[in-house]
């Protein structure tokens, strides 16, 4: 339990999230326009489908702060 609450205590660490917000947008936009690209177009963007263009989003960025989390607690002593 207290990994986890460290861990959600990292989502919105100042040094972590400009890094996690890079990749979510990078890694986000790459997975939107595989996924959601042609029915944005065609306008048939659903509710379920906005929902999940969000999580498309949130995905990448939960991942790296994760991948930071991890990372910073290998390498204390």
């Keep these: 339990m207290k990994a986890i609450r460290e861990y959600c205590l990292c989502l919105s660490d100042k ?8 990749v979510a947008v990078v890694v986000g ?5 595989i996924n959601h690209g042609a029915a944005l ?3 048939q963007m659903t509710r379920d489908r906005w929902v999940a263009a969000t999580l498309t989003y949130v995905v990448p960025y939960l991942v790296n702060i ?4 991890i990372s ?6």
């Design 15 to 22: 040094n972590m999230m400009p890094t996690a917000l890079k």
């Design 29 to 33: 936009s790459i997975l939107f326009t």
């Design 41 to 43: 177009i065609k306008g």
């Design 66 to 69: 994760h991948g930071q989390y």
């Design 72 to 77: 910073r607690h290998k390498s204390k002593p």
